[in-house]
T-cell receptor
Framework: GQQVMQIPQYQHVQEGEDFTTYCNSSTTLSNIQWYKQRPGGHPVFLIQLVKSGEVKKQKRLTFQFGEAKKNSSLHITATQTTDVGTYFCAGRGSGYSTLTFGKGTMLLVSP | DGGITQSPKYLFRKEGQNVTLSCEQNLNHDAMYWYRQDPGQGLRLIYYSQIVNDFQKGDIAEGYSVSREKKESFPLTVTSAQKNPTAFYLC????????????????FGPGTRLTVL
């Protein structure tokens, strides 16, 4: 079956530092989604990437989808304490009707 | 006010008892899902349903059962056969599940934290 690996598992940064989480799939993906889960909360959809090499930005967040559609990354510039939470990638394989979630990267930001 | 509701937020049960978790959505979404979340494990798919009166097993369906009698409701029963039921359970819905469709992001409910004593 599909496997989606996400690294790092955990990262602690000082406010203002940058942060990146990486996602790798064992198979080619038709699309990839990113979610954020605040402590004690539920996952909230951030974005979906569909095209090979696609790059999308949301304010300080930059999302990339690899050329081979097997990897993706989320980069946060100048982190803020409001960025604290766990970031999950979720990939949908070609022909699959469900998402496979990575284990997530927990981000802690110290003021 | 559209969204997904799950109840209760916290649930305690004795070992050996079946328990049913509620999930309701008023988003008119076709697809609904149940996930289990354990610390450090991410979200693992238990069951999903793409249409009323139909559902499919996910990656960890053993010890669970579901029904989809109405579009807006997708209850999950955790049976006594589930070896380690203590976990955080999340229900989600999406407009569709087609692999080629856009706008199929998942909307999650607030979750139910089940503790089996």
């Amino acid at each position: 079956g599909q496997q989606v690996m996400q690294i790092p598992q955990y990262q602690h940064v000082q406010e203002g530092e940058d942060f990146t989480t990486y996602c790798n799939s064992s198979t080619t993906l038709s699309n990839i989604q990113w979610y954020k889960q605040r402590p004690g909360g539920h996952p909230v959809f951030l974005i979906q990437l569909v095209k090979s090499g696609e790059v999308k930005k949301q304010k300080r967040l930059t999302f990339q989808f690899g050329e081979a559609k097997k990897n993706s990354s989320l980069h946060i510039t100048a982190t803020q304490t409001t960025d604290v939470g766990t970031y999950f990638c979720a990939g949908r394989g070609s022909g699959y009707s469900t998402l496979t979630f990575g284990k997530g990267t927990m981000l802690l930001v110290s003021p | 006010d559209g969204g997904i509701t799950q109840s209760p937020k916290y649930l305690f049960r004795k070992e050996g008892q079946n328990v049913t978790l509620s999930c309701e959505q008023n988003l008119n979404h076709d697809a609904m899902y149940w996930y289990r979340q354990d610390p450090g494990q991410g979200l693992r798919l238990i069951y999903y349903s793409q249409i009323v009166n139909d559902f499919q097993k996910g990656d960890i369906a053993e010890g669970y059962s579901v029904s989809r009698e109405k579009k807006e409701s997708f209850p999950l029963t955790v049976t006594s056969a589930q070896k380690n039921p203590t976990a955080f359970y999340l229900c989600a819905s999406s407009p569709r599940t087609s692999a080629s469709a856009g706008h199929n992001e998942q909307f999650f409910g607030p979750g139910t934290r089940l503790t089996v004593l």
